[in-house]
């Protein structure tokens, strides 16, 4: 059974930081590409940095988070994280991972691939 687990979410200030984690079970986790999206209600779902397999480490980020956002893995945990810093009320919304065995980060973040395994989400509050 394929197991995404994310966790870390919260209410956080204007100007502060998070780091969301995910946990992945049931897959070979290091052959796949790790994606995170994010959604508001009523609005697409959005793919704001992916990071592929390997140890390249070569990531896409989406115009709103690049230079505030950063993904990175452990491969010896089989974990993924969304590192947030300067976060602003823009980026309140349910954050979701993904996994996906297609090894190019920028194809599953623009919703070009369909994604092959989602995570349940966790909800992530900017508010002053």
């Known amino acids: 059974q394929v197991q995404l687990v994310e966790s870390g979410g919260g209410s956080v200030q204007p100007g502060g930081s998070l780091r969301l984690s995910c946990a992945i079970s049931g897959i070979p986790y290091q052959t796949y590409t790790i994606g995170w999206f994010r959604q508001v209600p009523g609005s697409a779902r959005e793919g704001i940095a992916c990071i592929n397999s390997g140890h390249s480490g070569d990531a896409y980020y989406a115009d709103s988070v690049k230079g505030r956002f950063s993904v990175s893995r452990d491969d010896a945990k089989n974990t993924a994280y969304l590192h947030m810093s300067d976060l602003k009320p823009e980026d309140t919304a349910l954050y979701y991972c993904?996994?996906?065995?297609?090894?190019?980060?920028?194809?599953?973040?623009?919703?070009?691939?369909?994604?092959?395994?989602w995570g349940q989400g966790a909800q992530v509050t900017v508010s002053s």
């Open positions: 993904a996994a996906d065995a297609t090894n190019l980060p920028h194809l599953v973040c623009q919703g070009v691939v369909v994604v092959d395994y």
